[in-house]
């Protein structure tokens, strides 16, 4: 089964600096991508950026982008220019590739954003 | 705005009662993914299906039942309800086929409430 650590449970952060939310994953799947998702307050879901196993480059969408290293097996989501509206719950997600891609999720990190 | 809806936002029952929580996926979409929040368990996968058919099953409790209809639209029964079952409940859907991952877009969440 898939296996998803975010050893960060609660990150700040000062409005318009830059920060980096932890993730590393243990898989077996021959290919496999990495999701993140933001969860505000209000409780929604919010698909921000994936990552195949295969891509070459980094994956990056718009202030979002993703700090893959696949030898270490981190998947490391940076916020660029944070803005209040940042603040939020974020969870990085694995699919599981053999049984319907059905989502393994981290225990999600708390971002704080000081004005 | 996803494009996923599920009705309704909030429910709120006693201990034993049985609800239906209903999920429309994106126009086009053929999976659709149920999961669980709570506090203690986190974000847990449910089931899915696919384009009507049951494709996996995770952590559901044989009181909780699921069906997708031939419109695509689905419904997450739960039944004898416990104090225990209050989460808040997502539905996702994807238009990905089995062997290909793609990015699942949440609905805004079903909140129940057992008393």
């Known amino acids: 089964a898939q296996k998803i650590t975010q050893t960060q449970p609660g990150m700040f952060v000062q409005e318009k600096e830059a920060v980096t939310l932890d993730c590393t994953y243990d898989t077996s799947d021959p290919s496999y991508g990495l999701f993140w998702y933001k969860q505000p307050s209000s409780g929604e879901m919010i698909f921000l950026i994936y990552q195949g196993s295969y891509d070459q480059q980094n994956a990056t969408e718009g202030r979002y982008s993703l700090n893959f290293q696949k030898a270490r097996k981190s998947a490391n989501l940076v916020i660029s220019a944070s803005q209040l509206g940042d603040s939020a719950m974020y969870f990085c997600?694995?699919?599981?590739?053999?049984?319907?891609?059905?989502?393994?999720f981290g225990t999600g990190t708390s971002l704080t954003v000081i004005p | 705005d996803s494009g996923v809806t599920q009705t309704p936002k909030h429910l709120i029952t006693a201990t034993g009662q049985r609800v239906t929580l209903r999920c429309s996926p994106r126009?086009?979409?053929?999976?659709v993914y149920w999961y669980q929040q709570s506090l203690d368990q986190g974000l847990q996968f449910l089931i899915q299906y696919y384009n009507g058919e049951e494709r996996a099953k995770g952590n559901i409790l044989e009181r909780f039942s699921a069906q997708q209809f031939p419109d695509l639209h689905s419904e997450l029964n739960l039944s004898s309800l416990e104090l225990g079952d209050s989460a808040l409940y997502f539905c996702?859907?994807?238009?990905?086929?089995?062997?290909?991952?793609?990015?699942?877009?949440f609905g805004p969440g079903t909140r129940l409430t057992v008393l």
């Open positions: 996702a859907s994807s238009p990905a086929a089995d062997l290909r991952p793609g990015a699942q877009f």
């Open positions: 997600a694995i699919p599981s590739f053999f049984t319907g891609n059905q989502f393994y």
């Open positions: 126009s086009g979409d053929l999976s």
